[in-house]
T-cell receptor, first 115, second 111 residues
Framework: DTEVTQTPKHLVMGMTNKKSLKCEQH?????MYWYKQKAKKPPELMFV???????INESVPSRFSPECPNSSLLNLHLHALQPEDSALYLC??????????????FGDGTRLSIL | LAKTTQPISMDSYEGQEVNITCSHN???????ITWYQQFPSQGPRFIIQ?????VTNEVASLFIPADRKSSTLSLPRVSLSDTAVYYC????????????WGAGTKLIIKP
């Protein structure tokens, strides 16, 4: 069982839809991350939240909008996505903000398909 | 940007020791080396992390030479359930946050 919970596990949406991915952790971690992973590729960092503040945006298109309502929750709002955005979206957390060489705990991801 | 290089794939047999080597020539002075394991349709799982010499935990050992330009993940007595992709990560010397993930090594364990 993973300590980072992501919902939904699968999502199919059209290019004009608006949807949200959710991530939750109750380990008291203060840094949370969104990654995108394409098939047979390593995860690519998208966003980092440190102490509930957005600290890193890796030049992600504005059709992806992160939100951190509190220290346990992380959302990724999706709007007007493109077919190439189809991927596995992973959430992770680590104990403290700062350098991400700290061990990260990953959820099992949301498999997103854009029609 | 720092780069890591890993073998694309490796095969081994149950009960063998498996060593996966990662090259990271531009590792920063303060950076650690971290290895993750990923099964299909799951998120990566932390295996081990180290800075220099040798680190051992209940599942693996990590060997890092003095120049730190490479590291070797050692999995003792592998089983079929160790079939997975193994990623080597090091910190990017130009960023406090960006980790450089290796392309991953697909390890296949045969009976």
């Amino acid at each position: 069982d993973t300590e980072v919970t992501q919902t939904p596990k699968h999502l199919v949406m059209g290019m004009t839809n608006k949807k949200s991915l959710k991530c939750e952790q109750h380990m008291g971690h203060r840094a949370m991350y969104w990654y995108k992973q394409k098939a047979k590729k390593p995860p690519e960092l998208m966003f980092v939240y440190s102490y509930e503040k957005l600290s890193i945006n890796e030049s992600v298109p504005s059709r992806f909008s992160p939100e951190c309502p509190n220290s346990s929750l992380l959302n990724l709002h999706l709007h007007a996505l493109q077919p190439e955005d189809s991927a596995l979206y992973l959430c992770a957390s680590s104990q403290e903000g700062g350098r991400v060489n700290q061990p990260q705990h990953f959820g099992d991801g949301t498999r997103l398909s854009i029609l | 940007l720092a780069k890591t290089t890993q073998p694309i794939s490796m095969d081994s047999y149950e009960g063998q020791e498996v060593n996966i080597t990662c090259s990271h020539n531009n590792i920063a002075t303060n950076d650690y080396i971290t290895w993750y394991q990923q099964f299909p349709s799951q998120g990566p799982r932390f295996i081990i992390q180290g800075y220099k010499t040798k680190v051992t935990n209940e599942v693996a050992s990590l060997f890092i030479p003095a120049d730190r330009k490479s590291s070797t993940l050692s999995l003792p007595r592998v089983s079929l359930s160790d079939t997975a992709v193994y990623y080597c990560l090091v910190g990017d010397p130009h960023s406090n946050y960006q980790l450089i993930w290796g392309a991953g090594t697909k390890l296949i364990i045969k009976p």
